[in-house]
Nanobody
Framework: QVQLVESGGGLVQPGGSLRLSCAAS????????MGWYRQAPGKQRELVAR????????NYADSVKGRFTISRDNAKNTVYLQMSSLTPEDTAVYYC????????WGQGTQVPVSS
C-alpha cells in the first residue's frame, strides 16, 4: 500500500521561496514517475511538475517554468519541489502523487503566498 505525506508548506511572502517534500512509503516509488499538483481555491487541481522514475527528465507547467524545480531522492523515497519567486497566484494546496495515474493522494500541504 502506497502512502504519500507532503510537508514544507507555509505562509510565504511574494518573491519568497519554499521547498516542499513528499515522503512515500511502499515499494513502487523508485519505479514510478511522480508529479506535483496544486489546487487553488475555487479552481481545478492542476499538474505543475513531473519527473521520471530515475529523475533524468522533468516537465513543468508554463506557469511555473523557470521558478519551480522538481527533484527526487529514490534512496529516501522522497520527491521535492523547490519553489522560488512565488506570487499570490501560486497560492494553493500542493499534492504529490504517481504520474500519469494517481495511485493515491496525500493530504497535501498548504502554500499561502501573501504579504
Amino acid at each position: 500500500q502506497v502512502q504519500l505525506v507532503e510537508s514544507g508548506g507555509g505562509l510565504v511572502q511574494p518573491g519568497g521561496s519554499l521547498r516542499l517534500s513528499c515522503a512515500a512509503s511502499g515499494t513502487i516509488f523508485s519505479i514510478a514517475a511522480m508529479g506535483w499538483y496544486r489546487q487553488a481555491p475555487g479552481k481545478q487541481r492542476e499538474l505543475v511538475a513531473r519527473i521520471t522514475s530515475g529523475g533524468s527528465t522533468t516537465n513543468y507547467a508554463d506557469s511555473v517554468k523557470g521558478r519551480f524545480t522538481i527533484s527526487r531522492d529514490n534512496a529516501k523515497n522522497t520527491v521535492y519541489l523547490q519553489m522560488s519567486s512565488l506570487t499570490p497566484e501560486d497560492t494553493a494546496v500542493y499534492y504529490c502523487t504517481t504520474y500519469p495515474s494517481a495511485v493515491v493522494w496525500g493530504q497535501g500541504t498548504q502554500v499561502p503566498v501573501s504579504s
